[in-house]
Every structure is written in structure tokens, then in C-alpha cells.
């Protein structure tokens, strides 16, 4: 018994000493954004760039609004949402309809598409960017929100997840619900949907961070600077001078906000419901 205790303290003291070393940056870069430039070059390196300035408290917002009157933060934060929203809605709409049907269906070379999904997953995205923009621009939908979202979409990597958990259904409901009369789409929405909501959630959860968080691609498919999502107006704000070290540590916090908040609603929805869905 006691060398249980002591592996159980051991792993509780490392997973907390890592907690504490992720932490570090986002609550100093949280804490700056709520300070001066003077007292953030003041107390660099310091512990004290850890501990917000409370006889200031009334201060705290005016990098937030300085950067928001500056750099029109609220219309690129909008982009943002709205690039995320269509390209996570997309993205779940047709990988679970095309994993659904590698799963369940008997299509012809049923394995060998199986087998090649495998294959696209090793290959990265910007390994093909520019055959990509290539073929975006030849459809004239540069500098439009379907020239961004359509090659996020589709991921073989998505399919592949979707496929494998819709293969753990039981045959039986399927069979049961045709014998009540369903059609392959309302076994589709009624029964895979509803009892596959981890996977939704966490997929969702993977697109939409790497959808708000992508600089790239918004960067070559965008000419107009309106359009820019958060990730590529931060870094704009990072090269427009002068620099203000404040306002850049508020536009980051405005960019990992929505993650953070993203993350703590869906992680509830993930492990309890991989042990209740009873898929086996």
C-alpha cells in the first residue's frame, strides 16, 4: 500500500509540475495585457510580470480598447468566427457522411479507399498548399470565404475517425430500425448521430482550433485586409509600429480565449459519454 501511495503522489507532482509550466506563459501574457508598457519593461524577468497591478484595476481594459480602436480587432475577431463556424460545420457534415459510408455501406473497393485514407493522412496539408491555391484560383475563389473553407472541409485524417467509430455501432440497431421502416438517413441522424457525439465533439473541437488558429492559408487566399481572420491580423499588429508590447499580449489573449473556452465546454461531452454512448 504505501508504494501505491508514493507512485500515485509521484504522478500527481508531475502532472502538476507540467500543469504549472503550460500555464506559465498564458498567465503571463494575460497578466501584461493589463499593464503598462512602462511597468511591463519595468518588471520583465521579475516575478512580479506574474502578479496584476490591483491599485490599477481601472486600467486594466484600456490596452483592450487601444487595440480595438487601433486595429478594428472586433471586425478580424467576427472573421474569425464565421470562417471557424462554416469550415467546422463543413468539415463535420461531409467526413461523417463519408465515414458512415465507408463504414456501413458495401461499396465497391470498399478496402482499398479504406487503405488510401491511410495513405493521405501521412501527407500534410502544406505539403500541397500551392497545388491547392492553384486550383482555388482557377475556380475564382480567391478572397472569398468558400475559397478558404472548401480545402479544410474534406480531411482524410476526419473520415478515417468518423469511419472507425461508426464501425463499433451495433449491426443490430441498424437491422431493427429497417425492419421499423427507416431509411438509411434517418438511421444516419436518428441513431448514428445522437450516440456518436464524443467523436463529433472532438473532431469539432480539432477543426475548429486548427481553423482559428491557421495563418497561412488566410494569408495566400485573402487580398483585402478587412477580411484577415485574428491570426493574421495579430501578426499585422505585430509589424505595424510603433509596437505597443501591451496591446500585442491583449490581441493574443483575445485570440486564446475562444480556445480555451472551446475547450473547457467540450471536455465535459468527451469522456463521459465514450463510457455511456455503449458503443463497446
Known amino acids: 500500500m504505501p508504494k501505491f501511495y508514493v507512485m500515485k503522489s509521484m504522478k500527481m507532482f508531475i502532472l502538476l509540475a507540467f500543469f504549472i509550466l503550460f500555464l506559465f506563459p498564458t498567465v503571463w501574457m494575460f497578466v501584461n495585457s493589463t499593464k503598462s508598457v ?24 484600456e490596452p483592450y480598447k487601444e487595440l480595438f480602436s487601433r486595429f478594428n480587432f472586433s471586425l478580424h475577431f467576427l472573421n474569425s468566427v464565421f470562417y471557424s463556424f462554416v ?65 479544410h472541409i474534406g480531411s482524410a485524417f476526419n473520415i478515417y475517425l468518423f469511419m472507425v467509430f461508426f464501425q463499433k455501432i451495433p449491426k443490430e440497431l441498424r437491422e431493427a430500425a429497417y425492419m421499423d421502416g427507416a431509411s438509411d438517413w434517418k438511421i444516419f441522424t436518428k441513431i448514428a448521430v445522437p ?25 495566400m487566399i485573402f487580398t483585402e485586409t478587412e477580411k484577415y481572420p485574428l491570426a493574421v491580423a495579430v501578426n499585422i499588429m505585430n509589424e505595424t509600429k510603433p509596437v505597443y508590447l501591451n496591446q500585442v499580449m491583449a490581441g493574443l489573449t483575445v485570440t486564446t480565449i475562444p480556445i480555451l473556452l472551446i475547450y473547457l465546454f ?9 463510457s455511456s454512448s455503449g458503443i463497446k
Open 195 to 219: 450516440i456518436s457525439r464524443p467523436i463529433f465533439i472532438t473532431i469539432g473541437i480539432l477543426v475548429f482550433v486548427g481553423s482559428w488558429n491557421d495563418f497561412v492559408w488566410p494569408l
Open 87 to 151: 469550415i467546422v460545420f463543413g468539415s463535420l457534415l461531409v467526413n461523417s457522411l463519408a465515414g458512415y459510408a465507408l463504414a456501413i455501406f458495401d461499396i465497391p473497393f470498399k478496402k482499398y479507399i479504406q487503405g488510401f485514407l491511410l495513405i493521405l493522412i501521412i501527407f500534410p496539408f502544406q505539403s500541397v498548399l500551392i497545388q491547392i491555391f492553384i486550383i482555388i484560383n482557377e475556380m475564382n475563389l480567391t478572397n472569398t470565404v468558400w475559397g478558404l473553407a472548401l480545402p
Open 38 to 61: 512602462a511597468e511591463i519593461s519595468r518588471e520583465i524577468g521579475s516575478i512580479q510580470s506574474f502578479i496584476p497591478t490591483f491599485s490599477n484595476v481601472h486600467l486594466w481594459l
Open 266 to 274: 467540450g471536455q465535459k461531452y468527451i469522456m463521459p459519454q465514450n
